[in-house]
């Protein structure tokens, strides 16, 4: 198959044990760049990409951000799709008194209640400095301004997140994408977006390709269907039990160069 391009997540996929681009990460992709677009998609926020996009040389390349409620091209945002100010009011509201962290992102704004334990584990993780900012503070401008969330991140002890999980499920299960990625996170997004229809609107408005010319990468329950509609879905190997199930290939963990060692593998490098 002569594929003509890749999407590959990032987080528990693409980088190493210290959440960095590996050498042969960065071999592989200097290689590869030169012949096919490479695009980065994820549930980061631009700032948190954009400094592996330099590292990859593929800043000229579209960004997936936010679990594709974000889409940007050459600069300019093609795409943008936010949980509405009222759900995310709705929301603070039930966590006064679960005292979850709920971290609110808009583009490039990313604002946290307080500088705690999970403020400095996402930023160490992102390389992206927050604005300390109660959430009323900032649902008040975000009113005022007619701005939601493109997304949130719930972060707390599980049983709290359980409790938060089940109240947006039973009342906003047709509005919201809800991934829990470990038992203390639960990631929100608008439902009308993910990142297959990030991909399809790219490949409609940008790339001259089709879902069966591409090959994905991931390792979570929001590249499900990503992975799935792909001519070549592949898993790292410490994906969910459920992205395994629907993957067309398995490669080595992400944290052991899985996607690198899969690509000199199907291109044929060094």
Request: with cysteine; charged share 25%.
């Amino acid at each position: 198959m002569n594929w003509k391009i890749i999407f590959t997540d990032i987080d528990g996929t693409l980088l190493n044990k210290d959440r960095e681009l590996s050498p042969l990460t960065l071999k592989i992709f200097q290689e590869l760049q030169k012949q096919l677009p490479i695009v980065l998609i994820s549930s980061r926020m631009p700032q948190a990409i954009q400094h592996l996009q330099e590292e990859l040389h593929i800043a000229h390349q579209p960004l997936i951000c936010y679990n594709g409620a974000l889409i940007i091209v050459d600069g300019e945002t093609i795409s943008t799709t936010e949980i509405p100010w009222e759900t995310i009011k709705e929301l603070h509201n039930f966590n006064k008194e679960q005292n979850c962290h709920l971290s609110l992102y808009n583009n490039i704004e990313w604002y946290v209640p307080q500088e705690d334990q999970w403020a400095k584990r996402e930023e160490n993780n992102t390389k992206v400095t927050p604005v300390v900012k109660p959430v009323e503070e900032v649902l008040a401008e975000w009113e005022f301004s007619k701005k939601g969330a493109h997304k949130i991140m719930a972060m707390g002890d599980a049983p709290k997140i359980d409790a938060i999980e089940k109240f947006l499920f039973k009342y906003y299960k047709d509005q919201l994408h809800l991934y829990r990625s470990k038992d203390t996170y639960l990631e929100i997004a608008n439902k009308e977006v993910s990142k297959l229809t990030a991909i399809k609107l790219l490949l409609k408005s940008h790339f001259p390709y089709t879902l069966q010319d591409s090959i994905a990468f991931g390792d979570n329950y929001n590249d499900y269907e990503m992975l799935k509609a792909a001519g070549l879905g592949i898993a790292v190997g410490n994906a969910k039990p459920e992205i395994l199930e629907i993957a067309k290939q398995t490669t080595h963990d992400g944290k052991e160069d899985g996607v690198a060692k899969s690509l000199q593998q199907i291109f044929n490098l060094f």
